[in-house]
DNA sequence: GCATTAATTGGTC
DNA sequence: GACCAATTAATGC
């Protein structure tokens, strides 16, 4: 985890919450205390139970935040990309953190420890107010999220899953821009990897899933939307 | 190139 | 649909 200096004013990500606000005079002593720091491929950087380190903001890459169950296997609760915001639910009245996240590329982590960033909301309005809306939308979306996926068959998960997945990190050259294991797929619809790759070798029978290796592409996505049915289910993201 | 891990397939309950 | 075993592919060192 080697530390790095970013400046957010460099930086593009323009869906970041600090970035959007990063030019007001009230925020700059509080992004020079800003850690960006480097997390390898498989890396956990957020551990569930561990004392709440405040928040993070992906600068590059691609994390899962997951929650470990009784098992011992683990359910993705969601995918998080560039911009976005990791360790949220930790935010002000929690002490440690009922969440981890794992890096699922080489990654670059701005993190804000819990007291300056209290600090700064304080002394930027706008960024609170963004930060509220943030967290309302967070909520809906789990609500909505949750209620859907325990009425889904097997096939209807994965599909899901894979539809939102496609959506929230796009597809170029005929595949997925984002490559995950098939535990994680499982992981995130809640089933088994046996289950998902029955699935998806279906899918591919059918010509609806184009596969090489990890990488997956959607053939066709009229074709790939219908197989909900009417039912419409689309996750949130 | 070898060793470990992940993916796949087939079978049984 | 869950669980297990066997084979094959992929990946790390």
């Given at each position: 985890?080697?530390?790095?200096?970013?400046?957010?004013?460099?930086?593009?990500?323009?869906?970041?919450?600090?970035?959007k606000?990063?030019?007001?005079?009230?925020?700059?002593?509080?992004?020079?205390?800003?850690?960006?720091?480097?997390?390898?491929?498989?890396?956990?950087?957020?551990?569930?139970?561990?004392?709440?380190?405040?928040?993070?903001?992906?600068?590059?890459?691609?994390?899962?935040?997951?929650?470990h169950?009784?098992?011992?296997?683990?359910?993705?609760?969601?995918?998080?990309?560039?911009?976005?915001?990791?360790?949220?639910?930790?935010?002000?009245?929690?002490?440690?953190?009922?969440?981890?996240?794992?890096?699922?590329?080489?990654?670059?982590?701005?993190?804000?420890?819990?007291?300056?960033?209290?600090?700064?909301?304080?002394?930027?309005?706008?960024?609170?107010?963004?930060?509220?809306?943030?967290?309302?939308?967070?909520l809906?979306?789990?609500?909505?999220?949750?209620?859907?996926?325990?009425?889904?068959?097997?096939?209807?998960?994965?599909?899901?899953?894979?539809?939102?997945?496609?959506?929230?990190?796009?597809?170029?050259?005929?595949?997925?821009?984002?490559?995950?294991?098939?535990?994680?797929?499982?992981?995130?619809a809640?089933?088994?990897?046996?289950?998902?790759i029955?699935?998806?070798?279906?899918?591919?029978?059918?010509?609806?899933?184009?596969?090489s290796?990890?990488?997956?592409?959607?053939?066709?996505?009229?074709?790939?939307?219908?197989?909900?049915?009417?039912?419409h289910?689309?996750?949130?993201?």
């Amino acid at each position: 985890m080697h530390k790095i200096t970013v400046e957010c004013t460099a930086c593009n990500n323009e869906n970041c919450l600090i970035k959007k606000h990063c030019y007001s005079e009230a925020v700059q002593p509080y992004l020079k205390l800003k850690n960006t720091f480097k997390c390898n491929k498989g890396l956990q950087f957020i551990l569930e139970g561990a004392p709440v380190n405040g928040l993070y903001f992906i600068y590059r890459g691609d994390v899962k935040v997951y929650k470990h169950t009784a098992n011992m296997d683990s359910q993705i609760i969601r995918f998080v990309k560039e911009g976005e915001i990791v360790g949220h639910r930790g935010f002000g009245t929690n002490f440690v953190y009922d969440i981890s996240a794992s890096a699922l590329s080489d990654t670059y982590l701005c993190n804000f420890s819990t007291d300056v960033l209290i600090e700064m909301l304080h002394k930027e309005p706008p960024l609170m107010f963004d930060f509220m809306l943030f967290y309302a939308d967070q909520l809906q979306k789990s609500e909505a999220n949750a209620k859907l996926f325990g009425q889904m068959s097997v096939r209807e998960k994965v599909v899901n899953g894979l539809l939102f997945i496609y959506r929230k990190f796009g597809q170029s050259e005929g595949y997925i821009n984002i490559v995950l294991s098939r535990k994680d797929i499982a992981d995130f619809a809640g089933i088994s990897i046996d289950q998902v790759i029955r699935v998806i070798s279906a899918l591919k029978k059918e010509g609806l899933l184009v596969v090489s290796g990890k990488k997956l592409g959607i053939a066709n996505l009229t074709r790939f939307e219908a197989e909900l049915g009417d039912t419409h289910h689309f996750l949130e993201g």
